[in-house]
Nanobody, 132 residues
């Protein structure tokens, strides 16, 4: 089992910023891909969008085109923690954001695809709401 726990969500006005954090035991036990997904209201788990990913072994990151100029992914391996810095937030960024860990993905192709969602480790999610 790999433990994953995210934090840092909240409510912010359009144009604002938030930083999400995710701590995971993946950093301790092995290497793999740490990822951020988001799920908007009315959509199913299988429709979660892979927003960003980072390889725990270093040097490989992915950020979705939809947020590329606004979101930054990073990690502090010493703290077993991954971050998602979100800037210039828009109402369409409103979603539940999930952290996930996949010890069988090296991030070379980005976040784990939906057909393998059942094999990765998920956090409980943190809500981000962007509204005036």
């Amino acid at each position: 089992q790999v433990q994953v726990a995210e934090s840092g969500g909240g409510s912010v006005q359009p144009g604002g910023s938030l930083r999400l954090s995710c701590s995971s035991s993946l950093y301790i036990r092995s290497s793999g891909c740490m990822m951020w997904y988001r799920q908007t209201p009315g959509k199913e788990r299988e429709q979660r969008e892979g927003v960003a990913a980072i390889y725990t072994g270093g040097g490989r990151t992915f950020v979705a085109d939809s947020v590329k100029d606004r979101f930054t992914i990073s990690q502090d391996i010493a703290k077993n923690t991954m971050y998602l810095q979100m800037a210039s937030l828009k109402p369409e960024d409103t979603a539940m954001y999930y952290c996930a860990a996949d010890p069988n993905n090296d991030c070379s192709l980005g976040p784990t695809t939906v057909r393998n969602f059942g094999f990765i480790f998920w956090g409980r999610g943190t809500q981000v709401t962007v509204s005036s």
